[in-house]
Structure formats: C-alpha cells, structure tokens
C-alpha cells in the first residue's frame, strides 16, 4: 500500500494521565458532599468518561488526523483502556477457579471493542469517516485458541476495502479467530499480554507498510532503566537482534511482536503518545 501508516494505541495512551479529568486532587471533596453510593458511582462515571472523551480527541487530533491531512488512510489498532483487561482477568477469578478458556477468552477480549467503537465515534465526529472492526472482521486468523494463540495469517480483504473507501480503521488488537477443528466451526481466539503489538504488526506486514508505530506512555527505549538511572540515555535505533539480548526484555513491546516483525521484515516505532514531536525509537527488523 505505501500510505496507510498503522498507528497502535496502548491502553494508557487511550486513557491519559488524569483519570477523572482536571482538578482531581478535588475528587475526594466532592465525593464527600455526595449522600449515598450510587450518587459517587455516577460522580466517578460520568468524570472518567469525560476524561476518556477528551483524551480519545486528543489522540485523534495529534496522531490519526495528521495522517489523514497529508493523504493517508491510517490503520488504527487499539489495546483496552487501562486496567481494564486487569478487572476482566480479576472478575473471572472471583467467579470461578478454572474457568472454560472460551469463556475466559471471550471476557478478556470485551474490552477492546470497548475502546476502539469509542476512538471511531470520536474521528467520525471530528470529520473523519472511520470505521470500528473486531479482530475477525480485520482478516486475524491464529494458531490455535482460544487462549494464548498466535497470528498464522491475515485476510485484509474486509480492511483494504475501507481503506480504498478512505474510511479509517480502527481494530481491536488482542484478538482474532480460529477453526475449531473438532466442533467444526470459527471460535475467537485471544493473543497473549500484550498482543495488540502482534496485531498491529501483522496488520502491516499483511498491507504490504514496512513499518508501524507503537504510541505509549513512554518515549522511546533507553540504554538504561529511566526511573533508576537519570542518566538513561534514549536511543534513537536498535537491532531487532540486540533487543532478543536485552534482559529483562522491555516492556513496552512484546516479545513475539518483536519476532513476528523479524520474520516479515517491518520496523517498529516505539513512540511517546503525549509528545507528538518526540520521534521516539526505531528497532530494526529488516
């Protein structure tokens, strides 16, 4: 393709840094003023709601609509709001101790959807015509499932159509579909923490973009570990190769993202998702 850049959005770059939007060191006031439970839990709703709304505008205005500015048609793929697969993952161990994979699966994957309806929704009332997809509609095809599957291949038929249409699509990373060989039939599937990376990187590969940008909390990858050593230093590039050295591997990226964009030849971006003009960290996989 040539001109569809494939953005993906971490959870805590979806959610920004204040939860329940400006003046929260208010928050507790305000709670105290309040009579009764349900009267905080709508205080506390309708606060991180609008929170999330002025958030989601935010990264459409600095990431996805300068994209479109300069002719492109981005690819758009999103993790969960942050902390939500954490409370999905913690309802289904309150419920029960060995819970049927499908089941915890298709929990798990709830919140993504959650979250990329919410960002199409924002760019279309921004002007911008977008379009939300599961994993299954954006063509994710995995090994195995439900739980801890890997991308075989992708079927971008359904995505390359709206791209050519000029619609933005916006995809909910972590999961995909698989077939179920002994009921004979599809079933969804999920990747493991951290899959959105995957997703957004087979996304690329399978429309032929040499790159993709992964859009966190943080900056870039450093030399160091920042919060222990102030004299960290961001690196502007490194090898895919030196990365798999790396112990720990870093966090802000997975691991099988990172192998998966060896073995298709796409670089990775790791850039900062509150400083636009921060050009971030290239790891080199071609």
Same mark, same amino acid.
Request: net charge negative.
């Given at each position: 393709?040539? &001109?569809?850049?494939?953005?993906?959005?971490?959870?805590?770059? %979806?959610?920004?840094?204040?939860?329940?939007?400006?003046?929260?060191?208010?928050?507790?006031?305000? !709670?105290?003023?309040?009579?009764?439970? &349900?009267?905080?839990?709508?205080?506390?709703?309708?606060?991180? &709601?609008?929170?999330?709304?002025?958030?989601?505008?935010? !990264?459409?205005?600095?990431?996805?609509?300068?994209?479109?500015?300069?002719?492109?048609?981005?690819?758009?793929?999103?993790?969960? *709001?942050?902390?939500?697969?954490?409370? %999905?993952?913690?309802?289904?161990?309150?419920?029960?101790?060995?819970?049927?994979?499908?089941?915890?699966?298709?929990?798990?994957?709830?919140?993504?959807?959650?979250? &990329?309806?919410?960002?199409?929704?924002?760019?279309?009332?921004?002007?911008?015509?977008?379009?939300?997809?599961?994993?299954?509609?954006?063509?994710?095809?995995?090994?195995?499932?439900?739980?801890?599957?890997?991308?075989?291949?992708?079927?971008?038929?359904?995505?390359?159509?709206?791209?050519?249409?000029?619609?933005?699509?916006?995809?909910?990373? *972590?999961?995909?579909?698989?077939?179920?060989?002994?009921?004979?039939?599809?079933?969804?599937?999920?990747?493991?923490?951290?899959?959105?990376?995957?997703?957004?990187?087979?996304?690329?590969?399978?429309?032929?973009?040499?790159?993709?940008?992964?859009?966190?909390?943080?900056?870039?990858? *450093?030399?160091?570990?920042?919060?222990?050593?102030?004299?960290?230093?961001?690196?502007?590039?490194?090898?895919?190769?030196?990365? *798999?050295?790396?112990?720990?591997?870093?966090?802000?990226?997975?691991?099988?993202?990172?192998?998966?964009?060896?073995?298709?030849?796409?670089?990775?971006?790791?850039?900062?998702?509150?400083?636009?003009?921060?050009?971030?960290?290239?790891?080199?996989?071609?």
């Amino acid at each position: 393709m040539g &001109n569809s850049p494939v953005m993906k959005f971490g959870g805590s770059a %979806l959610q920004g840094t204040e939860r329940f939007g400006p003046h929260e060191d208010m928050l507790l006031e305000e !709670v105290r003023r309040l009579d009764g439970v &349900n009267d905080i839990y709508r205080l506390l709703a309708w606060r991180r &709601n609008n929170a999330r709304a002025q958030r989601l505008a935010q !990264v459409a205005r600095d990431f996805v609509l300068p994209a479109r500015a300069e002719g492109g048609v981005p690819v758009v793929v999103v993790s969960a *709001f942050d902390w939500a697969t954490d409370k %999905l993952e913690q309802l289904a161990a309150v419920i029960s101790s060995n819970p049927k994979p499908r089941e915890f699966a298709r929990l798990l994957m709830s919140g993504e959807p959650r979250a &990329n309806t919410s960002l199409a929704m924002t760019l279309e009332a921004m002007g911008c015509a977008a379009e939300s997809m599961t994993g299954r509609e954006a063509g994710i095809v995995t090994k195995g499932g439900p739980t801890g599957a890997l991308i075989d291949h992708v079927q971008p038929k359904h995505l390359l159509s709206l791209i050519e249409e000029e619609i933005v699509p916006v995809v909910a990373g *972590f999961q995909g579909y698989y077939r179920d060989v002994e009921r004979s039939r599809d079933e969804v599937s999920i990747l493991g923490r951290g899959g959105s990376n995957l997703t957004a990187v087979a996304l690329a590969d399978a429309i032929e973009e040499t790159e993709c940008t992964m859009f966190s909390d943080v900056r870039g990858l *450093f030399d160091r570990d920042p919060r222990k050593d102030p004299k960290a230093s961001q690196l502007d590039a490194v090898d895919a190769q030196e990365l *798999f050295k790396w112990d720990p591997f870093p966090q802000v990226i997975q691991r099988e993202a990172v192998e998966y964009a060896c073995e298709r030849g796409v670089d990775i971006w790791i850039r900062s998702a509150f400083e636009p003009k921060v050009a971030g960290t290239l790891i080199k996989c071609r």
